[in-house]
């Protein structure tokens, strides 16, 4: 990974690394005629812990839904582990983003959990108890095994977000996709989790954690990737984790590319 | 004038008889026709009730996915747009000289205007910047109002019959034969079926989209098969409940069975049992009262459930959600008043235990009004906290071992928020009295292990209590009171 800076990305986007848990080309996503991700290309080492972060609408969750294909793709190319996502969705994780969900609906912690066993239990076969046995091993890893009949909406904040965790613990994945697990979690839970999430890199899994607060990034990250629409920098933490990104991933300075996609906005609503 | 009224009156009392009148008033009384109905002495009755069973155990089930993805009024729009479809295949079908009132064919023109109504709500809503909403409301009345011009059409005809043809819009059980409940029964139990072989997935699509999506299951179709259920629950019950009414029998039963539970499982069971319930009661009514549609009966009979379940439901009822305010409010309400007296009664700054605690302090000590006060101190007394001597109120040693546990709850929180969330010190007060009364035994040990404090141990108050007591108190109050009540809302008393 080196430090891409705009301006120069078509020498310095090296080719897709086949043997890269997440590897990603030219990534272009727009929702009707309006840009999401513009150009995005990053590989993420095996094994380490990668932040995203970079400004609302900076297009961070779509990334990882481009990702696990389900947002629309117009153009680029992502490999999981040298292949396409659909060959290997059964190595990845996912935990969306918690308000995602309607919190409300009328199933149990464990229900929620068991959806992540879906895959192999199979099209229309019950959850049997083993299922719920491996369901339960993942909520324990996560401390909250006491809960698993408790109806979702009588979980904390902090306990429904490490119900999603567990959710994609029990898929035993090789890469995570997390969205915004920090997200107005309590101080337990955020230490829960990052406690998980290096224990994970132990064992050589490698997770893609979308991150709000600048300030931990530092002590939780070993890579990060700077996000505005387009990969203003990614690389280990401490080469591109500097002011310098930061002003120009956050700062209100206009770009080129703000300018064209600007424009493109202009023009579709004078159509 | 008088006369007037009296002459209404005696028209309206012939209208009510007339729809009361029993369907064969001659050589049966309404006991008779009621006995053969409960006994299903008809063969054409029985099998009108087990279609209608059927449909309404159908609607429930599907009705249960579609309130949870959302889509409740999908069902509705579909139905209002069956009508061009029954009309136009019944004026074709009368110009080409074919039997205009076969079912098969009116349903099929229903199938094929319904899901165009679908279509264009899809097409609407993804091809242009309008919300689902906007779209559901211009389809619905637009078809509705094509279905009814050609309704105009056909009673313009000379040699058309459009009579039947009311029956799909308020829905008719008595128009119906054997063969129609027969199709009904079997149509519904297709989409039942559905529902059941596929309830993992629809589970999983109605709770987590994105997830669903990203573990490689096909989010647009099965949206689109969980409407084709929706479709042919509308289509079939056109003629039961009519199109208008249709909607009730989708989304009533499944917002009555929330009430009653917070599991899927049992939510789809209850509709069911809801769904077929307002099924057979309705269409039994309509046909002992040949006049009163049984669409309307049927989705009466849904409201009634609707109503009961609002009201008394387990776990979400009217009745059981004003029960625990009321618990979370009582528990509120002791935990201050128990604190109070705690805290009046601590020796402090050397000087001996203060062991009584007089009306007065405490009333300056809370901005208690008298009358609240005074029910504490009654509902503490019954519970052997305090005993009561004249103006004084003492701790007894079961209240100062409950009052001591709550206050230590209380100041550990207050050193939680000082120490790890940087709340300011004059704001802690207030937000520990939140959070602690839906504090849960797991959060105190970890306050515990957080701030290293031995179990027995009572942390001081982190800020004077004097202050305690002062202004900002009293404009607290109201904020404080206002909160816990939403509170008791969303959360079960602990």
């Known amino acids: 990974m080196s430090n891409i800076m705009i301006g120069n990305q078509q020498e310095t986007f090296g080719k897709i690394d086949g043997h890269s848990p997440l590897a990603v080309q030219d990534l272009t996503v727009a929702y009707r005629r309006k840009p999401v991700l513009w150009d995005v290309g990053f590989n993420i080492p095996a094994g380490s812990l990668v932040g995203i972060v970079g400004p609302n609408g900076a297009g961070k969750s779509t990334l990882l839904k481009a990702v696990m294909g389900i947002a629309p793709i117009a153009s680029g190319k992502v490999q999981i582990f040298g292949k396409p996502y659909k060959k290997m969705r059964h190595r990845v994780g996912y935990v969306p983003q918690k308000e995602s969900v309607d919190w409300d609906f009328p199933v149990t912690a464990l229900d929620v959990v068991t959806m992540g066993l879906y895959n192999q239990i199979g099209w229309c076969k019950p959850v049997r108890n083993q299922h719920r046995t491996q369901a339960l091993q993942a909520m324990e890893s996560v401390g909250i095994a006491e809960l698993a009949s408790r109806q979702i909406s009588e979980l904390s904040g902090g306990q429904q977000q490490r119900t999603f965790l567990a959710r994609a613990l029990v898929q035993n994945a090789d890469l995570y996709l997390m969205d915004e697990p920090f997200a107005a979690v309590d101080a337990a839970t955020e230490n829960a989790i990052i406690q998980m999430l290096r224990k994970m890199k132990e064992d050589g899994r490698t997770s893609l954690v979308i991150h709000h607060d600048l300030q931990t990034v530092p002590t939780y990250f070993d890579h990060v990737i700077l996000l505005n629409m387009r990969v203003v920098a990614d690389g280990p933490v401490q080469d591109v984790f500097n002011e310098d990104n930061l002003q120009k991933t956050y700062g209100g300075r206009l770009t080129l590319l703000d300018e064209v996609s600007e424009a493109m906005r202009r023009r579709e609503r004078s159509l | ?494």
């Open chain 2, 1 to 494: 004038m008088n006369s007037h009224i009296q002459i209404r009156s005696e028209h309206f009392l012939e209208i009510i008889s007339s729809l009361i009148q029993p369907a064969i008033a001659q050589n049966s009384n309404t006991w008779d026709l009621l006995r053969r109905l409960i006994l299903l002495e008809d063969y054409n009755t029985r099998v009108v009730l087990l279609g209608t069973a059927m449909l309404g155990c159908a609607a429930g089930v599907v009705g249960v996915f579609t309130l949870l993805r959302k889509r409740a009024l999908m069902g509705d729009a579909i139905s209002h747009a069956t009508l061009p479809g029954i009309t136009l295949s019944f004026l074709l079908a009368s110009v080409w000289g074919w039997n205009e009132k076969s079912l098969p064919l009116l349903l099929l023109g229903a199938t094929i205007t319904g899901l165009l109504g679908v279509i264009a709500i899809l097409a609407i809503r993804n091809l242009t910047k309008l919300k689902e909403d906007t779209a559901l409301g211009v389809i619905l009345s637009v078809f509705f109002g094509a279905g009814i011009s050609l309704l105009g059409v056909i009673q313009q005809m000379p040699r058309g019959h459009a009579a039947g043809l009311e029956s799909f819009i308020f829905g008719k059980t008595a128009s119906m034969v054997a063969n129609d409940a027969i199709f009904i029964a079997a149509a519904s139990f297709l989409s039942l079926s559905f529902c059941i072989l596929f309830f993992k997935e629809l589970r999983l699509l109605c709770f987590d989209e994105g997830f669903t999506g990203s573990r490689g299951y096909p989010v647009l179709t099965l949206d689109l098969l969980l409407m084709t259920a929706v479709v042919i629950i509308s289509i079939v019950g056109l003629q039961a409940v009519g199109l208008i009414m249709i909607v009730a029998l989708l989304v009533t039963p499944a917002a009555s069975a929330r009430f009653w539970t917070d599991s899927l499982g049992s939510m789809t069971c209850i509709s069911a049992c809801i769904g077929t319930v307002s099924g057979i009661t309705g269409s039994a009514i309509s046909a002992i009262y040949p006049k009163l549609p049984s669409g309307a009966m049927i989705v009466l009979a849904c409201a009634a459930c609707f109503a009961t379940s609002l009201a008394t439901g387990t776990r979400r009822g009217l009745v059981i959600r004003t029960v625990r305010r009321r618990r979370m409010n009582q528990s509120v309400e002791k935990q201050h008043f128990l604190r109070t007296m705690f805290e009046l009664s601590e020796p402090r700054n050397g000087s001996t235990p203060n062991s009584e605690v007089s009306i007065n302090q405490l009333t300056t000590a809370r901005s208690w009004t008298e009358r609240t006060l005074q029910s504490n101190i009654r509902r503490a007394t019954k519970n052997e906290w305090v005993t009561r001597i004249g103006q004084r109120i003492k701790l007894t040693k079961k209240g100062r071992i409950e009052a001591e546990r709550l206050t230590r709850e209380h100041r550990l929180w207050e050193l939680f928020l000082i120490h790890h969330a940087d709340v300011a010190l004059s704001r802690v007060d207030r937000e520990a009295d939140h959070i602690e009364h839906v504090l849960e035994p797991e959060i105190v040990a970890e306050l515990e292990s957080l701030l290293s404090e031995d179990q027995r141990t009572l942390p001081e108050s982190p800020h004077d209590l004097a202050h305690h007591n002062l202004a900002s108190e009293l404009t607290d109050r109201f904020d404080r009171h206002g909160d816990s009540s939403q509170i008791s809302d969303q959360e079960e008393p602990v």
